[in-house]
């Protein structure tokens, strides 16, 4: 039986397909410069973690 790329039994095989895929919806609604501080500030768990909220959310204001 095959599962689907978004399945637990392919996370290997799908974190990087998602990645790209939030990477690409990024570049379609934000400036390259704030896409890239929107991509550092999830691309390591304990930073993201020990932001304030109010600081990421302000990540996203357009």
């Given at each position: ?58 990540l996203w204001a357009l």
């Open positions: 039986m095959e599962y689907p790329i978004g399945h637990r039994r392919r996370r290997d095989e799908g974190i990087p397909v998602l990645k790209d895929k939030f990477e690409r919806a990024l570049a379609t609604r934000f400036a390259p410069k704030q896409a890239g501080r929107i991509l550092d500030a999830c691309g390591e768990r304990e930073r993201l973690e020990a932001m304030p909220v109010h600081e990421f959310v302000d």
